[in-house]
């Protein structure tokens, strides 16, 4: 099948056509007849224009396992194209993440953001393979930078904290143990979980999650701006790996009181202090 990428290529020089000044295509002198190249090789090798053109793209890109196991018929060209897809996405993942170590390098170290906060969000860019099951159903490796827990239990969080102030600890279903752990080293103690409940299943090898959870913690004492919220909310996902609700910061913004503070932010929020390697 690889030997079809130099048919393509003599069959399309083969075919050149122009245009008259009627507007009508001739074929060159040494075309006989104009023909669609792609169309007319498929009907030649019985195979569909879209596996020629993946066939292209294979012999241009994948890796040379890759085309070694589908000349030996030990792979399919479909089997070859998405091992081909999967190896360019990780290979942009892959950038993603080495342009994002350099950002957290350049970036303001957190422990030099001015002042102490009442109310900090942190979303831990957890290691996507620290806990075994690595090839979870659905489960994607994320673009950002990630963390060792050991590294996130030494992360200055605890220098941010006002001697008043609520903490917001976004956790993984599989990540809750590591939470609490997380909570008690940045001087919080735990008051309860809220859930996001998400519209669609997720990852997951045994139940495939459903929600995401935020376990709210207080050092020393702050009540909360209003009493009649409960601990669950609906919101749809984002697009992004990660990506919190709009609806989660609307809660906080009504809950607890400035000045806040997200760490591993996504993005920059208005009234915030944002800090984090995508910014």
Partial sequence: MLKLK?????????????????????????????VNTRKELSKLAGIGSNTI???????????????????????????????LKRVEKSQKQ?????????????????????GKYQTIVIDPPWDWGDEGDINQLGRAKPEYNTMSFDELKNFPVAEKAAENCHIYLWITNRSLPKGFELLDKWGFRYITALTWC????????????????ILFGIKGSLELLRKNVGTWFEAPRGSKHSEKPKEFYSLVESCSPGPWLEVFARKERPGWVTWGGEL
């Fill in 94 to 114: 892959e950038k993603i993440r080495e342009q994002n170590a350099e950002l957290v390098k350049q970036a303001k170290p957190l422990e030099f953001i001015d």
């Fill in 53 to 83: 053109s993946r066939i292209e793209k294979i012999v241009d890109k994948a890796p040379d396992d890759v085309k070694t196991k589908l000349r030996a018929g030990e792979m399919s060209i479909n089997e070859a194209y998405t091992q």
């Fill in 6 to 34: 130099p048919l393509i290529a003599a069959k399309a020089k083969e075919n050149l056509v122009t245009h008259t000044k009627d507007g009508y295509k001739q074929p060159l002198a040494n075309s006989p007849n104009p």
């Fill in 198 to 213: 998400k519209p669609s299943f997720g990852m997951g090898n045994y139940f495939r999650g459903s929600t995401e959870h």
